[in-house]
Nanobody, 127 residues
Framework: QVHLVESGGGLVQAGGSLRLSCVAS????????MAWFRQSPGKEREFVAA????????GYGDSVKGRFAISRDNAENTVYLQMNRLTPEDTAVYYC????????????????????WGQGTQVTVSS
């Protein structure tokens, strides 16, 4: 079992930045594929970013490419999401997700491919 706890959300003005953190506990963090998803009211959960176990491979949703960066520190059991040039459209609850499966482009962006989820952290971007 894996327990995930997100932090770092809050209110920020458009154009600003935030960094989200997700700490994992329960099993060997370095064996987990990690990802961030987000969900706004009335919308489906959207893929934001994913990172492989060894930190070499990353993937991003089209709406955040060039603005967001995912990283991880296996020694600290933590994955990060650096969010820059935020817009009101980035307002959502951001969820950390984890799974044991490998980093395969065909499914690392699919929410059903993740077995473990955090409770989410709210990000609100004001215009």
């Amino acid at each position: 079992q894996v327990h995930l706890v997100e932090s770092g959300g809050g209110l920020v003005q458009a154009g600003g930045s935030l960094r989200l953190s997700c700490v994992a506990s329960g099993r060997t963090f370095s064996n987990l594929r990690m990802a961030w998803f987000r969900q706004s009211p009335g919308k489906e959960r959207e893929f934001v970013a994913a990172i492989s176990r060894n930190t070499i491979n990353t993937g991003y949703g089209d709406s955040v490419k060039g603005r967001f960066a995912i990283s991880r520190d296996n020694a600290e059991n933590t994955v990060y999401l650096q969010m820059n040039r935020l817009t009101p459209e980035d307002t959502a609850v951001y969820y950390c997700a984890a799974d044991w499966k490998g980093f395969t482009p065909s499914y690392y962006g699919l929410a059903p491919m993740y077995d473990f989820w955090g409770q989410g952290t709210q990000v609100t971007v004001s215009s």
